[in-house]
């Protein structure tokens, strides 16, 4: 025994985090659903798809499998966390000014 996983509880700390209310990622300004005047922005990162290994046409879950040797050797890292450094998707929430902005320069620093 002992198996008894908590999940719930986490997919609900995600969830919970999802519907809290959208603010400007840049300026910080409070963004209202419906009302037309922000973007959201979905930013996909993949590390170097030259690395040998590291086929981006693979599915995450090919990916996971692929670093799970990795992971075995590496002390103290989740397959998560090694996951995230070879695929990011991160969603920005942008008002219309700040996304004009943005848009036109999306690496400057
Ligand atoms: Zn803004």
Redo the contacts with the bound molecule.
């Keep these: 025994m002992g198996m008894s996983g908590n999940d719930d509880d986490y997919e609900r700390e995600e969830t919970f985090e999802d519907d809290l209310y959208l603010v400007?990622h840049?300026?910080g300004?409070e963004l209202e659903p419906g009302k037309g005047d922000w973007y959201q922005v979905s930013i996909k990162a993949v590390a170097d798809p030259d690395v040998p290994g590291i086929d981006t046409d693979m599915s995450l879950y090919d990916i996971s499998r692929e670093i799970g040797d990795i992971v075995e050797s590496v002390k103290g890292a989740t397959e998560r966390e090694l996951l995230d450094d070879v695929y990011r998707n991160v969603t920005l929430h942008?008002?219309r000014?700040?996304f004009r902005e943005w848009i036109e320069d999306p690496a400057r620093r």
Excluded: D, V, W
């Design positions: 400007c840049r300026c300004k942008l008002c000014p700040c």
